[in-house]
């Protein structure tokens, strides 16, 4: 019955978005009080519910989001991004502008939240599509599917490190294991899928007024020294803090500084105040000029926060109704290989419940037996459930609004490019994971 209620909740979203052309916003909420009172959620609770999953969405994004934007605004206004995309450009050639995204996109997003990575990526593809005459799109879906395949694969992000821990497993081999996986699941799911005919016909933009770059001549741009390290600023400092914690020891004070200083909110923060001095007070503008540009790059991402808001909201209400652990209860029954079970098992939750942190977490205890049982590799075994959980990205899934607005698609087009790509990804993490099997298990 509780897989019923998912299908027909996500088929009422779809419905009122795509039918009868209702707001996202409204759409997702109204889906969200669907689900809760058809699975038996207490009437009282349901709002609760609601009111958590948008808030704790957006207690992790908002100043994410905001800050990034700003970020990105200040580098888009001065010059910046033109100069790296320019530099890059004549370095790697205009016939390879993919790869480069790509390649720049999945270092950094070794460091970096998923989240933090698209806005701070975002200006410079802009860039890039403009420099290039390529459709942004083209550019997007590489960005996208590398920044999701470090974020379900390689530690130090949440999912991998929590099921690592969780599973007792060695999170430099996972590492190693993970790099291994994910380059050819990059280069599938990003320059090779969004040269499709059925990506390169959809039409992207950014919100107006967020990202709209122009043209700078050469003596108004600032060095690619200076526009390379504001962009990598904040990233240096996350890095730092990810290193930090694992050569200093735990209660020590220098590693209390470097991971405030390493926070994503504090790392971007201080970004936007380097960003601030070097391209606005440094460069003659005084501060007011300054903050209206800042200003002018928020008011589009209000409507974005709060859809990607709600996905939250639809997504919480799917785990207070104990559907995920439905689910894993539902799949433990099932006879498969172990490293299938693992994939199997976080694909369903993922497609339950949409958030690829709560697959991979939920799997992870499911699992945990079975891996006793068995004695395969605890490595590989996060890798499937990492694969598991990048699957489908649906509508439940915050990361599919947040695609879908800064892009300006439709939900059709989202499902067909940002859903196809995390599906591809969570196949081609599951058959790399059966390769290197036999090698590691000998």
């Not at 990205?393 to 490019?417: A, C, Q, R």
Request: charged share 10%.
């Amino acid at each position: 019955m509780s897989l019923l209620i998912l299908i027909a909740g996500i088929a009422l979203l779809l419905i009122l978005i795509m039918g009868v052309r209702m707001s996202s916003l409204l759409a997702l909420i109204i889906a969200s009080l669907f689900v809760g009172v058809a699975e038996g959620i207490p009437f009282d609770k349901i709002f609760t519910s609601i009111e958590n999953g948008m808030g704790g969405t957006l207690g992790g994004l908002s100043m994410i989001i905001a800050f990034g934007t700003m970020l990105g605004k200040l580098l888009l206004e001065s010059g910046a991004a033109q100069r790296i995309s320019m530099t890059m450009m004549k370095k790697f050639g205009r016939k390879n502008v993919r790869w480069t995204v790509c390649i720049l996109s999945f270092i950094l997003g070794i460091v970096l939240f998923y989240e933090v990575g698209f806005v701070m990526l975002l200006p410079i593809i802009v860039s890039f599509a403009v420099s290039a005459g390529i459709p942004l799109l083209e550019l997007g879906i590489p960005m996208c599917a590398a920044l999701s395949v470090a974020h379900a694969f390689l530690p130090p992000h949440p999912g991998a490190t929590g099921v690592a821990i969780l599973l007792n497993a060695d999170i430099g081999l996972t590492l190693l294991y993970g790099i291994v996986i994910s380059i050819p699941c990059v280069i599938i799911s990003g320059p090779l899928f969004c040269k499709l005919g059925i990506i390169r016909r959809m039409k992207a933009s950014v919100p107006e007024g967020s990202f709209t770059p122009r043209t700078f001549r050469e003596e108004e741009m600032p060095s690619f020294g200076v526009s390379m390290f504001t962009a990598i600023f904040p990233v240096a400092l996350i890095a730092c803090s990810s290193i930090a914690k694992i050569l200093l020891p735990k209660d020590s004070s220098a590693l209390a500084v470097i991971d405030f200083i390493g926070n994503a909110d504090m790392a971007l923060l201080l970004g936007v105040l380097w960003a601030v001095y070097i391209f606005g007070i440094h460069r003659g503008h005084s501060m007011s000029e300054t903050m209206k540009m800042i200003e002018d790059s928020l008011g589009p991402i209000c409507l974005i926060l709060l859809v990607t808001g709600a996905g939250g909201s639809f997504k919480q209400v799917l785990v207070d109704s104990g559907l995920g652990a439905y689910i894993g209860e539902v799949m433990s029954q099932a006879s498969l290989s172990p490293y299938i079970f693992g994939w199997a098992v976080a694909s369903i939750i993922r497609l339950a419940v949409g958030s690829a942190t709560v697959a991979s977490l939920t799997s992870a205890g499911i699992v945990s037996p079975v891996l006793a049982a068995t004695g395969v590799s605890p490595e590989l075994m996060v890798l499937a459930i990492g694969s598991g959980s990048t699957m489908f990205g649906l509508v439940n899934n915050p990361g599919f609004w947040m695609y879908k607005e800064f892009f300006s698609l439709s939900v059709k087009d989202t499902l067909i490019s940002y859903s196809t790509l995390n599906t591809i990804i969570g196949v081609g993490g599951l058959v790399g994971v059966l390769i290197l099997s036999p090698l590691v298990n000998g």
